[in-house]
T-cell receptor, first 116, second 112 residues
Framework: EAGVAQSPRYKIIEKRQSVAFWCNPI?????LYWYQQILGQGPKLLIQ????????DSQLPKDRFSAERLKGVDSTLKIQPAKLEDSAVYLC??????????????FGPGTRLTVL | KQEVTQIPAALSVPEGENLVLNCSFT??????LQWFRQDPGKGLTSLLL?????REQTSGRLNASLDKSSGRSTLYIAASQPGDSATYLC???????????FGTGTKLQVIP
């Protein structure tokens, strides 16, 4: 079974530039998550999709961050414009359909963003 | 708001030693708790998942316990090996639609 795919793996940009990350979840997984992990901290949930609908984006800085999930499969996360404090690893995860909220999340390798 | 704390932040042990990693949380209304492993430059790998109704889970040399009343979980690693060196994160699943809150992690180094 193929895992969660993310690209690019690394990105270096200057502040005020724009950047986009892509995630392809495991086939059949209904739930998709984007996390931000700053060095030395645990991952922080930015946005959670159930199929192609947003169920939680309470910690997404909506003035600069946006995300969409195309046809309930792939997802893109965009930052426009980037700030220095956005330097982090952006992790995508997915989990299968569930009625019991008990399933494991499967993580991709992440995209390391450096904002100069 | 769920808050998750992991102590210590870093731990160094000699190979072969048994060790315990701690995870504390403030809201006991959870669906499950997971322990993850993160290797440098890589994503997270799930180690153990404990359902809210369970007290512990075991996988090989790993044993995770859950005590909701005290807001604590522990990850026990038996006979540690250098390959166990990684950052270990606990994550609480609470609220609607699998809202997950991660701890800050414990960086483990097992010295040969």
């Amino acid at each position: 079974e193929a895992g969660v795919a993310q690209s690019p793996r690394y990105k270096i940009i200057e502040k005020r530039q724009s950047v986009a990350f892509w995630c392809n979840p495991i086939s059949g997984h209904a739930t998709l998550y984007w996390y931000q992990q700053i060095l030395g901290q645990g991952p922080k949930l930015l946005i959670q999709f159930q199929n192609n609908g947003v169920v939680d984006d309470s910690q997404l800085p909506k003035d600069r961050f946006s995300a969409e999930r195309l046809k309930g499969v792939d997802s893109t996360l965009k930052i426009q414009p980037a700030k220095l404090e956005d330097s982090a690893v952006y992790l995508c995860a997915s989990s299968p359909p569930t009625s019991g909220r008990t399933d494991t999340q499967y993580f991709g390798p992440g995209t390391r963003l450096t904002v100069l | 708001k769920q808050e998750v704390t992991q102590i210590p932040a870093a731990l160094s042990v000699p190979e072969g030693e048994n060790l315990v990693l701690n995870c504390s949380f403030t809201d006991s209304a959870i669906y499950n708790l997971q322990w993850f492993r993160q290797d440098p430059g890589k994503g997270l790998t799930s180690l153990l998942l404990i359902q809210s109704s369970q007290r512990e889970q075991t996988s090989g040399r790993l044993n995770a316990s859950l005590d909701k009343s005290s807001g604590r979980s522990t990850l026990y690693i038996a006979a540690s090996q250098p390959g166990d060196s990684a950052t270990y994160l606990c994550a609480l699943n609470s609220g609607g639609y699998q809202k997950v809150t991660f701890g800050t992690g414990t960086k483990l180094q097992v010295i040969p």
